[in-house]
């Protein structure tokens, strides 16, 4: 008997435990009212440190809201603002294709420019090349001349030295 009025305790301590926790813990309604009035205070907060930001943003919202309705004057002024951008857009596009045009002529000049400097350049190569042949020329000339003389001076020098040794 002693061990049935034992587990009969522990159950009691163990259902009282479970009703001790679920007494702490809170219930979804509960976490959600909390983060309500965080979102409540961070606004607050926000709305203290950059109140230009929040009345703009509040102009924005409501010009959103009101471009909803059929007849409201954010609507009719969308209409005018659109026609006046148009003719803007299109005196812009104008502009756009008239400095591409002036562009396009200018990188025309570069390019003929550019040509013409590599074509004088290439004459001077090509100059410089024709005399560095005719140099190249002389020089190649001058030491065979050169190699043959010492070629002549090279065999009296044995003829010499392989006719005195036959006396």
Do not use: C, Y
């Not at 159950?11 to 009212?33: K, Y």
């Not at 591409?100 to 390019?111: H, I, K, M, V």
């Amino acid at each position: 008997m002693n061990v049935v009025k034992h587990n009969e305790i522990k159950d009691q301590i163990a259902a009282g435990e479970a009703r001790m926790r679920a007494r702490e813990e809170s219930t979804l309604l509960d976490r959600a009212g909390e983060r309500a009035i965080e979102a409540k205070d961070g606004f607050t907060q926000f709305a203290k440190d950059h109140p230009i930001a929040v009345v703009a943003g509040g102009l924005a919202l409501g010009v959103l809201i009101s471009g909803l309705f059929r007849n409201s004057p954010t609507r009719k002024a969308g209409r005018v603002a659109a026609a006046k951008t148009s003719g803007a857009a299109a005196i812009g596009s104008q502009l756009a294709a008239s400095w591409f045009a002036q562009a396009l002529s200018a990188a025309g000049e570069a390019r003929r420019a550019g040509a013409d400097q590599l074509n004088d350049l290439g004459d001077g190569i090509s100059v410089a090349g024709r005399k560095a042949r005719r140099e190249a020329g002389h020089l190649t000339h001058e030491a065979g001349a050169n190699a043959r003389e010492f070629k002549r001076d090279a065999l009296r020098l044995i003829d010499r030295v392989v006719g005195s040794r036959k006396h």
